[in-house]
């Protein structure tokens, strides 16, 4: 059944247009009036203040869930991209929750990582499935060939994220690669006007990138980028080898 032009569109988040009053917010409010600051270091103070207050709210966040259910880590735009049967190879799987994801999918999956405590417990926790513990290009020296390779936030920890990637171009018919959003916020623009030191997303993260130049990379390193999304604060991109 079709809707007339005039109908409402159905918005799941909907609010009274008179908001109750936030007796916190009022008075935070309240102590940003009376602090002896000028404007631009008000902007310094609280785009740090959000930086923090954004990692707690993460990290504590995550704990609340059980595994595989936190509801924005992970996206249908990978899992409905693997068919039964393809050989996967999940790199940098850490604890292997994306493994199980991707297994449950009926593909043929292999986790790896350098990480030997998070091997092991990725296969306490995942005993039917297959991991490795090593350097990825030397497995793939002696493995069979894959149809897929998994980079699940790994690009941002890499000293050299397109190096990396050409070395991989060959092995694989089609690449996955997800990282967070730079441009997710326009606050982080902000912080760069601003020289803020708190621009990562993670301690160990010694790159972040906005949407084209991780493209960009993408063409430098070989690939070709098939299919793309943004949300959640992360991107996502199918790729191939050109």
Known sequence: MSLPDDAPAQVRIRFPRAKPRHLLTSLLYQVHRLLPLSRRAKVRLYLDLEWIFQRFVFENAYGLYARGKFPVRHSAFLLDAIRPGQRVLDLGCANGEITAMIAARGADVVGIDQNPALIAQARLENPDLTFEQGEARAYLAQAPRFDVLVLSHCLEHLDDPAGFLRGFT????????????????????IRIDQGSDLLYMDSDHVCEFTRDELKELCQRAGLSVEAEEYRFGVIRLWCRPV
């Open 170 to 189: 060959a092995h694989f018919t089609r690449i996955y690669i997800e990282v967070p959003d730079f441009e997710a916020t326009h606050l982080n623009q």
